[in-house]
């Protein structure tokens, strides 16, 4: 159930928006009137709402911003940025309340601004585990118990695992987060994290197999999360230099395989990119997990231009919709890419919609519908950041009626798990592109 902030609200939280926001750590209640005062004040282009509540029934927060943030509309893709997973974790939750609040403010006054939110629906989720950020106490730069949830899980190995049976009872920040995916059309994403700074890409888990080259877990999207890694990396102030927490552990151009740095069983970057049809990353943004607030500024700045650029990147490749001769869309058709074979089929929305992040250059489609032959179509894609857009292609497919073809059969379901709110429940890297808006930041330290 989707629950909105009331209609009652402090000066207090006005005062975020009509001053600056402040650069200290802010505990839940100051989030949402922070939240509920930005909605307020830029009623025209957010949406808040809440995806769900943690296990101490704190809302899970998330701000929409858009030209239609209430819904979804055709051709326009879905973003969206996660923080504070790790509840000790904290240097994410701060800088998404700033991106927030950079966002209203420079909207209709700076360009990429403006672009970015009259081209995409972004959502941002400051935290993810807010109980968690209750139980962690300042300052700590390494591990304490704020990393799980109220129930003691581990949030970032809760869910559904492509390669491995997560036997781990799917926990309800997790619940709300699956349900969120399933029910957006997810194009491009990033968790936000700390204990390292570097862009972390999937596979973080493997099969040993067909995934497997060399000590790297390697997707059929690997050029594309390459190209995403160093787009934060070296928009970013420092990331790109690979070795800014420790000398001894270095990252080539600040990115990393995340099964080559360490495997993670159950990770939230694998389960958008395998079910959920989003591209993802792990932004880890600081050495020091819970760092003094005196550093959030620094932060800030050091992430701002890398979070603007990345957000970019969804207009990567080529987006469209599937057709019958009629015009009516056709949802569930494969959208294929040849030479990418991925887990589970990319398929069109209820819309009929696919969107495919793709670098420039020549691609062949294949889209299969029930009732017809197999499509196929060579495109010749852009380099879609420059413009805000991808390319729109639509492909209009002929029906013979019947939809009991074997390529139909549904092969890629998540593990059906129960939710539980007790407390004692139990490769050689690829340059990225030249032109595009520099900024990101990636993180693999989930």
Request: net charge negative; aromatic share 12%.
């Amino acid at each position: 159930m989707m629950n909105f902030l009331p209609g009652c609200w402090c000066l207090a939280a006005l005062a975020y928006v009509v001053g600056a926001l402040d650069f200290q750590y802010h505990n839940s209640k100051q989030v949402a009137d922070f939240l509920s005062a930005v909605s307020r004040n830029y009623s025209s282009f957010t949406y808040l709402h809440s995806i769900g509540k943690s296990v101490q029934g704190i809302d899970l927060w998330v701000l929409v911003l858009g030209r239609y943030p209430l819904t979804h509309k055709i051709g326009i893709p879905e973003f969206k940025y996660v923080g504070n997973m790790h509840g000790d974790e904290v240097v994410s939750r701060e800088v998404l309340l700033h991106l927030i609040d950079y966002l209203v403010s420079n909207f209709g006054k700076d360009a990429i601004v403006t672009n970015l939110i009259n081209s995409a629906r972004i959502h941002i989720m400051p935290s993810m585990n807010p109980d968690g950020f209750d139980a962690s106490l300042p300052p700590d730069c390494t591990f304490s118990n704020g990393r799980y949830n109220k129930n003691g899980f581990d949030l970032n190995r809760n869910f559904p695992d492509a390669f491995i049976k997560n036997t781990s009872p799917i926990q309800p920040e997790t619940q709300a987060v699956m349900d969120w995916i399933n029910n957006e059309t997810f194009v491009l994403s990033a968790n936000l994290h700390g204990g390292a700074v570097v862009a972390s890409y999937p596979y973080d888990n493997s099969d040993g197999g067909s995934t497997a080259v060399r000590d790297y877990s390697i997707s059929p999207d690997n050029d594309v999360f390459i190209h995403l890694a160093k787009t934060y990396s070296f928009n970013h102030t420092v990331m790109y230099k690979g070795d800014v927490c420790d000398s001894t552990q270095t990252f080539p151009d600040g990115i990393t395989n995340g099964f080559n740095w360490y495997p993670v069983e159950g990770g939230m970057q694998d389960y958008n990119y395998v079910w959920g049809q989003c591209f993802e990353l792990t932004l880890e943004l600081s050495c020091c997990k819970y760092p003094p607030s005196s550093q959030l500024e620094m932060f800030w700045q050091e992430n701002k231009n890398a979070l603007l650029a990345y957000m970019q990147q969804v207009h990567l490749g080529v987006k469209g919709q599937v057709l019958s001769t009629d015009g009516s869309p056709i949802p569930n058709a494969v959208v294929e890419v040849e030479g990418r074979s991925n887990i589970c089929p990319y398929k069109t929305n209820q819309d009929g919609e696919y969107y495919r992040l793709l670098l420039p250059g020549n691609y062949t489609l294949k889209v299969t519908a029930p009732g017809s032959s197999p499509l196929t179509k060579t495109l010749q894609v852009p380099n879609g950041p420059i413009n805000f857009s991808a390319m729109k292609y639509d492909i209009v497919i002929a029906r013979s009626g019947s939809t009991s073809q074997s390529y139909w059969t549904e092969s890629c379901t998540t593990i059906s798990k129960t939710v539980t709110n007790s407390p004692n429940a139990s490769p050689p890297l690829q340059p990225h592109l030249p032109g595009l808006l520099l900024l990101l930041l990636c993180s693999v330290y989930q």
